[in-house]
Nanobody
Framework: VQLVESGGGSVQAGGSLRLSCSVS????????MSWYRQSPGKEREFVSS???????DYADSVKGRFIMARSGRKNAMYLQMNNLKPEDTAMYYC???????????????????WGQGTQVTVS
């Protein structure tokens, strides 16, 4: 399982960015997906998640500003980040957790996977 992330960058406060993430391989499986972020000297923290098809959950710090949704392709989603603040600056990591697989094809060896991270800088 590989997670492919894109969309990070630099933006001024009040601006917007969209992060995307997709799971490559295992198209017969469904993954719940999430975003976490980590700033220098801080622990990785939860940002948002999507599960049970389209149920979403957000950290209080991003509610009302960030929107997470599936992007049409299976096991692909995006995080629309609006009204960005300097405190949103961090490395953002996409996570995928195996929910279930259909049929008898091989399953992934693990349940949890992480992307390589994409930097978001808000000045």
């Amino acid at each position: 399982v590989q997670l492919v992330e894109s969309g990070g960058g630099s933006v001024q406060a009040g601006g917007s960015l969209r992060l995307s993430c997709s799971v490559s391989g295992y198209t017969h499986c469904t993954f719940d997906m999430s975003w976490y972020r980590q700033s220098p000297g801080k622990e990785r923290e939860f940002v948002s998640s999507i599960y049970d098809e389209n149920t979403t959950d957000y950290a209080d710090s991003v509610k009302g500003r960030f929107i997470m949704a599936r992007s049409g392709r299976k096991n692909a989603m995006y995080l629309q980040m609006n009204n960005l603040k300097p405190e949103d600056t961090a490395m953002y990591y996409c996570g995928a957790s195996l929910a279930y697989c259909d049929g008898n094809d091989p399953r992934p060896s693990d349940y949890n996977y992480w992307g390589q991270g994409t930097q978001v800088t808000v000045s």
